[in-house]
T-cell receptor
Framework: KQEVTQIPAALSVPEGENLVLNCSFTDSAIYNLQWFRQDPGKGLTSLLLIQSSQREQTSGRLNASLDKSSGRSTLYIAASQPGDSATYLC??????FGKGTRLHILP | GAVVSQHPSWVICKSGTSVKIECRSLDFQATTMFWYRQFPKQSLMLMAT?????????EQGVEKDKFLINHASLTLSTLTVTSAHPEDSSFYIC???????????FGQGTRLTVV
């Protein structure tokens, strides 16, 4: 059974820093992996979708990588801003979610 | 980008009553929609997968008679929580998959409180 783990559970960094969020999964037989952002009490906003045949996707200051063989994905956020503060979730095949990383960018 | 609208955004109901939550894809057709439940500080848990025109597929441990799902059109799926109890209080989120089966687009969520 697929299990998705996100480390760290929470992270606070000063504004302007680059940071990496980690996502690992136990079953490498996935079709895709997706990163989401969730603000408190809100739904999910899709950030990046990586198909199993891809290694990375980029959107603005965000870059997500996928290494299926090792069961890992990372979300890289460049030049962090206070508005980036949220919980970031990864999910395999839109079905199995990690518990998320609560990110707090300090002004 | 694709928009999924979920309604209502919050609802309070009395124990024993039923509540219907709607999930609509506004600018695309969704053959598949997903329903999730999220408890505080927990991740999303998939409840069921809803395919247009057919019965929903429920995840293990989810009571299909309690959580009724209807996906009668390519743009609308509904989740009805029947005979709600306080332990059903949670954040319910839907998502819709476009026909290209690529990204999943999520609704804003519904905060259900059963008193």
């Amino acid at each position: 059974k697929q299990e998705v783990t996100q480390i760290p559970a929470a992270l606070s960094v000063p504004e302007g820093e680059n940071l990496v969020l980690n996502c690992s999964f136990t079953d490498s037989a996935i079709y895709n992996l997706q990163w989401f952002r969730q603000d408190p009490g809100k739904g999910l906003t899709s950030l990046l979708l990586i198909q199993s045949s891809q290694r990375e996707q980029t959107s603005g200051r965000l870059n997500a990588s996928l290494d299926k063989s090792s069961g890992r994905s990372t979300l890289y956020i460049a030049a962090s801003q206070p508005g980036d503060s949220a919980t970031y979730l990864c999910a395999t095949d839109k079905i199995i979610f990690g518990k998320g990383t609560r990110l707090h960018i300090l002004p | 980008g694709a928009v999924v609208s979920q309604h209502p955004s919050w609802v309070i109901c009395k124990s024993g009553t039923s509540v219907k939550i709607e999930c609509r894809s506004l600018d695309f057709q969704a053959t598949t929609m997903f329903w999730y439940r999220q408890f505080p500080k927990q991740s999303l848990m998939l409840m069921a997968t809803s395919n247009e025109g057919s019965k929903a597929t429920y995840e293990q441990g989810v009571e299909k008679d309690k959580f009724l799902i209807n996906h009668a059109s390519l743009t609308l799926s509904t989740l009805t929580v029947t005979s709600a109890h306080p332990e059903d209080s949670s954040f319910y989120i839907c998502s819709a998959e476009d026909n290209a089966n690529t990204e999943a687009f999520f609704g804003q969520g519904t905060r259900l409180t059963v008193v």
